[in-house]
């Protein structure tokens, strides 16, 4: 029964995440949550066999179509994806989002953040500013840098997924 036990949390713990996954994708990518959308999922077979037990949940919660690849099919194109537990899941956009308009709005964002990444940059290399601010105020200048290069990656490896 432990085991059992163990075994049903593990796989309730993937099967919200890859709904969790599902809906973060809707909402960054801004889709209404009452539109069906389609998703595939990228599985092993232990996985395959949990996902297909379980589709119609996901379905529902998630407000999705699942369809369910093996790992050498061709992955989606124009797709944004989320890795659960080392599942794949992709939200193809074609139909979905207007891509010349999202390339522009990611072109825009990048620019601005390029913008303040340089200005937090520039803070950080001035000796003055080290020498004079508060060790706290440095770290979070730091903290700031750090989470905008993050930031610009993501959007930039979304950019590159419009335009492949």
Known sequence: PEQFDQDSE?????????????????????????????????????????????????????????????????KPKQAISSVVFGTEIYLPLSGLVDLDKEVARLEKEIKTITGVLERVKKKLSNQEFLAKAPPEVVEKEREKEAELEKNLEALCQRLNTFKA
């Open 10 to 74: 593990k796989q309730m713990e993937f099967l919200m995440e890859a709904t969790r996954g599902v809906r973060n994708m809707r909402g960054e990518m801004k889709i209404h949550p009452g539109k069906t959308v389609r998703c595939v999922v990228v599985a092993t077979p232990e996985d395959r066999r949990i996902l297909e037990e379980n589709k119609g949940y996901i379905e529902l919660l998630a407000n999705c179509e699942l369809e369910i690849q093996d790992p050498g099919d061709p």
